[in-house]
Structure formats: structure tokens, C-alpha cells
């Protein structure tokens, strides 16, 4: 019969195969933030065309400031992730490098129409304005989502709902799509809105925006594999700076060393199309870039599977379950081991904030998490003890603003602390969210936005209850 040594010893190894094939195949999933998976960026035509659109409307690129509305179709993400990492390193390129302090810049997450608007945030020398967009952007479909992306219909959206009266001749939208037609989900008959529908028509007339819809595709790469992505986009006849911004000259702009995300950072070989500002008196280093081919490579993964299997081989050689006594020995008493963590719990959690991701597994009833926010405002995600409540001020590295905490029949509950509140709320089963608390059923996920008490800058929180556990190359673990 085998011994529980030699069990330990086979899964181990079976890990470590599973580690390993899962890396030689190339079957590891990026992370929203892999942005080394695109490995060119047309930044000089992008940047290009932004600015030959706008003198086509008559506007002073140099000196006027204005407000781009870009939107991300979703409805791909989850079928193509690479794909989503590119829309998001174009709108990136744009908003670090085409734009500058007194420019707006305002997401919107949309499919067969818009399911998301994010606040308009005004760009500063500060860093943290071009973080909040980041912060902002779409990173999963909406709830629910069948696909499909409907131009025309968000277009129109857009321009009779989201632009304010007064920075119409200011606004730039941009819509960014794996197709620029109009498409219905997949294998239904939905009703596209059509660009030739007389709504959008009177709109765009009303608004005083350009006709036909400017229409253009960018290609990257992902290694030796091509990806285009399409711009819909929307000027005005007369561009004009927006109100009460101060004419002045927009370049050099952002410094490279403050790129906004720091993993979307261009090597510093890398030609940017506009001049940037030095870096700052004290340099942080700069970001590791990917590899010219994308991804993490196979060789490393190899290698991680076999530090995996040496660490715990070596954990279970140290750990109290692993002794011989000699007869000298057999009277001394076993040192305790650690209490149980509580019952199993099969899944996982993968949880967004903003842009960052974690994986949360292996889960049992007793884990537990905090949303804590620190000083700068930044909103991150920490283990808390278990069977233990957390004190209302958080531990040492921020307040606490939200617990995550597992219920009698596995559903996950997010609670809010401290006064914080939950809003724009999208899930499932809408009867389980509210302001205060978020239930979350295996097998669904949630979206929302955390207001912590006293502010009003919110943070954006997705949920995914998974019913499978995955390799978790990101975050803590339960």
C-alpha cells in the first residue's frame, strides 16, 4: 500500500508535469496587465492621424486642449484576450503621448450599447490623473454578455447623453472595435441601429460633428501574429479648445518614467512620435519590457514547475508531519501543528481592481480578505486573519474600506467598512447587491465601484467567482 509520503511525492510531480505542459503549450491565459503579449504599438500613426483628423476640423493641436471620449467594444474580451490588451495599449499610447495636462479624457465600456461611463478626468502633470483612467477603462465583458457591438447605436449614445452642451465643439470620440461593422451576437437577430438611421443623424447635425463617421484600422503585432483593431470615431466641424483651458504649447509632454500603466511602458529604446518631458530628479527604474516575441517564455516556466516542486518537497521535509524518532527520542512529545484552516471550498476568486488582478485560491470557509486604501488614495487587496474580524481600521498599510468572507452555503460576501459605499452595481441577481453588501453566487461575477467614506473618487471592483481553481500567476492566495 503506498505510504502518504509517497502520495505527497506523485502530486508533487503531477503539478509540476501539469505546470510545465500547460507553459510548452502555450496554454496560460494573459493577465489584463501582459501587455508584453503586443509587441508593436503604431504609435507614430496613430498619433498621426489623431492630429491630421483634428486640422481637418480646423483645430490648433498645439495650443487647444480638448476631450476624447474613448470607448472600448467588450463583447470580444473573454474569447480574445490579446486582443483587449491592444485596445487598451492604443488608448494608452494616446492618453501618455498624443495628449497632455488640460486635456479630458473620459472611458466608456460599450457593446450592443453602452453598459459603462466613466467620470471625465482632466490630466495634470500628476501621474495619478492618467492613473485613474487606467483605473477606469474596461478590463472583462459586461455582465452577461452574449457579444456583438452595435457602432452606430453607442455613437449616438454618446453624443445625445454622454458630451455636455458646451464642449461639443471640444468633444473627440473614439471608438475602439475587433471590427468597425456593426455586428449582433452570435447567432441572434438583433436590432443594429444602422448608420444610416435618421436619430443619428439629427444628433450628429445638432451637435455639430463631421459626416460621414470617420472610420480607420491600426494593426499591431502579438509576436508574428497581426492584430487590427478598429476606430470609429467622431470630430466636430469646427474644433474648438475647451472652455476656460489656456492656450499653450503641448509638448514636450509626459515624461516616459511616469508612463501610466508602468507595465505598458515603451522600452527606452523605443521611439516615441511626440518629445516628453526629462525624467524627474530622482529617476525610478524603468519597468522590465517583454520579450520582442510576447509572453512569458516556456523555459521559465519550466523552471518556475521546478522551484515549485523543490519548495514543496522541502516544505513537507520540514514541516511537523515529517519525523523519525530514534529510541533515545520516543519519549519526547510531538510539537502541535498549526490549526485547521476550515472545510475546502472547490474554486477560485479572480478579483479586479482598477487594472490590477488577483488570483484567490486554494479557498476554504474560513479566508478572508480587506480592501484596504491607503493614504494615496490607492485601493488594494490583503489576506486577513482567519476566523479572526479584522478591526475597522485595517492593518498598518491602510484603512479598511471592505471585507470578503464566505457564507453557510458558499456564497461570497463583500461587505463595506467604514462608512464606504457600493455603486454602479451590475450582476446577476441585482435583488443580492446593494450599497452595503455584494452576495456573489458561485459561478457569476459582480462589477461595481467602491466609494470609501469621505471621498468621492471611486475604484472599480470586479468579482469573478470561478467554479474551477486555475494556476494563479498573479496575487495571494487564500
Request: net charge neutral.
Amino acid at each position: 500500500m503506498p505510504t502518504f509520503r509517497t502520495a505527497i511525492v506523485c502530486l508533487v510531480f503531477a503539478l509540476a508535469m501539469h505546470l510545465t505542459g500547460a507553459a510548452l503549450c502555450g496554454a496560460q491565459q494573459p493577465g489584463v496587465q501582459d501587455y508584453g503579449r503586443i509587441t508593436q504599438v503604431p504609435r507614430a500613426e496613430l498619433d498621426a492621424w489623431l492630429k491630421q483628423e483634428a486640422a481637418a476640423s480646423g483645430g490648433d493641436w498645439d495650443q487647444g486642449r480638448y476631450h476624447l471620449y474613448i470607448g472600448f467594444s467588450t463583447g470580444h474580451f473573454g474569447q480574445d484576450p490579446v486582443h483587449a490588451i491592444a485596445m487598451r495599449r492604443i488608448a494608452f499610447s494616446l492618453m501618455n503621448n498624443s495628449l497632455a495636462a488640460g486635456d479630458r479624457v473620459t472611458p466608456i465600456a460599450w457593446e450592443m450599447q453602452t453598459w459603462d461611463l466613466g467620470p471625465a478626468v482632466t490630466l495634470t502633470d500628476d501621474p495619478a490623473s492618467r492613473a485613474e483612467f487606467v483605473n477606469r477603462v474596461p478590463y472583462t465583458p459586461r455582465s452577461g454578455s452574449h457579444g456583438g457591438h452595435d457602432i452606430e447605436r453607442v455613437l449616438y449614445e454618446t453624443v445625445t447623453k454622454a458630451i455636455p452642451a458646451d464642449e461639443a465643439g471640444s468633444a473627440i470620440v473614439i471608438l475602439l472595435t475587433n471590427s468597425n461593422a456593426s455586428q449582433a451576437p452570435t447567432g441572434e437577430r438583433a436590432s443594429l441601429f444602422g448608420e444610416n438611421n435618421p436619430k443619428l443623424a439629427e444628433a450628429l447635425a445638432a451637435g455639430h460633428f463631421r459626416t460621414p463617421i470617420v472610420r480607420k484600422e491600426f494593426r499591431l503585432m502579438a509576436g508574428a501574429q497581426p492584430v487590427t483593431v478598429g476606430v470609429a470615431a467622431l470630430f466636430p466641424e469646427r474644433l474648438v479648445s475647451l472652455p476656460g483651458a489656456a492656450a499653450a504649447p503641448r509638448y514636450p509632454t509626459f515624461s516616459r518614467e511616469s508612463w501610466q500603466p508602468s507595465a505598458d511602458r515603451p522600452a527606452s529604446g523605443e521611439a516615441l512620435p511626440n518629445p516628453v518631458k526629462p525624467a524627474a530628479a530622482v529617476p525610478q527604474p524603468a519597468a522590465p519590457v517583454a520579450p520582442a516575441r510576447g509572453g512569458i517564455s516556456p523555459l521559465v516556466w519550466a523552471l518556475v514547475a521546478v522551484a515549485v516542486v523543490v519548495g514543496l518537497l522541502w516544505a513537507y521535509r520540514s514541516s511537523t508531519s515529517y519525523r523519525t524518532y530514534s529510541a533515545d527520542q520516543s519519549t519526547k512529545q510531538p510539537q502541535p501543528t498549526a490549526a485547521p484552516m476550515g472545510r475546502p471550498i472547490p474554486g477560485s476568486l479572480t478579483v479586479l481592481i482598477g487594472a490590477a488582478e488577483q488570483t484567490l485560491q486554494p479557498l476554504t470557509a474560513s479566508s478572508k480578505w480587506l480592501l484596504q486604501r491607503d493614504e494615496t488614495g490607492a485601493v488594494t487587496l490583503a489576506d486577513a486573519a482567519p476566523d479572526v474580524a479584522a478591526p475597522s481600521g485595517g492593518p498598518s498599510a491602510g484603512t479598511a474600506i471592505a471585507r470578503l468572507e464566505f457564507a453557510e452555503n458558499r456564497d461570497l460576501r463583500v461587505s463595506a467598512d467604514s462608512g464606504a459605499q457600493f455603486t454602479d452595481l451590475n450582476g446577476p441577481d441585482p435583488a443580492r447587491l446593494d450599497s452595503r453588501t455584494l452576495t456573489i453566487a458561485p459561478g457569476t461575477k459582480t462589477f461595481c465601484r467602491i466609494v470609501p467614506a469621505g471621498s468621492t473618487s471611486k475604484t472599480r471592483l470586479e468579482v469573478v467567482y470561478n467554479t474551477t481553481s486555475k494556476i494563479a500567476s498573479k496575487g495571494s492566495r487564500a
